[in-house]
């Protein structure tokens, strides 16, 4: 089992992100990647459920009132103890914005949340011979959802980002070694990863 973010670089770039463990009496310890103390980007929880967001662009005019990408990914490792309660959970949230929410649990269940303000869609993570994954970048997959994208084609190249991913595991460029050569795919030695200069390093 894998889950991937193209745009996480926190396996090679510790100085890029801060990770915090956070528990208050009432809900689950989580250690999380974060920009600022009330939210963040992944994390993983006491139960071993980890949960990771990527933000798809939205206009304006159709935010709505809800959680924002980086607060789910809170709410979920506080709440949830595995993927089937923060699937049930998150359907449940009012969502303020375009969204996909990664969410795997120690027992392997692993799925993508493609969430707008209007609707939601469950992505099942992909099977290969070497194994499965989930796997999401800047932009909604599914066809049920690509009408309440609003990227315009402007989505950080996103779905050239998924495509590497996706192609790397049919053509068994990850193998035995998974930490080894993911480090390789989102630094981008198999193909287009990441348009920052800062990602090779």
Partial sequence: MLCVIP????FFRKDLEVY????SLWNNGFTSGWFSWINGEEGL???GLAVAMTFVMTEPGKIRAGFNSCFIVRYLLEKANNTEQAISQLCDLPIASNCNILLADKDGRMVVVECSPSAKN???AETFDNGRIGCTVNS???DKMKAYDDTDRNDYDS?????VVMDCFSSEHIRDD???TTKQLLKGDYGFMCQKSWCGL
């Avoid at 745009?7 to 926190?10: G, I």
Wanted: hydrophobic share 20%; proline share 0%.
């Fill in 7 to 10: 745009s996480s670089l926190s």
């Fill in 20 to 23: 915090r463990y956070s528990r």
């Fill in 45 to 47: 929880n006491e139960h």
């Fill in 122 to 124: 469950i992505r099942e």
């Fill in 140 to 142: 909604f997959i599914s």
């Fill in 159 to 163: 779905h050239k980002r998924y495509r």
């Fill in 178 to 180: 998974y930490i080894e």
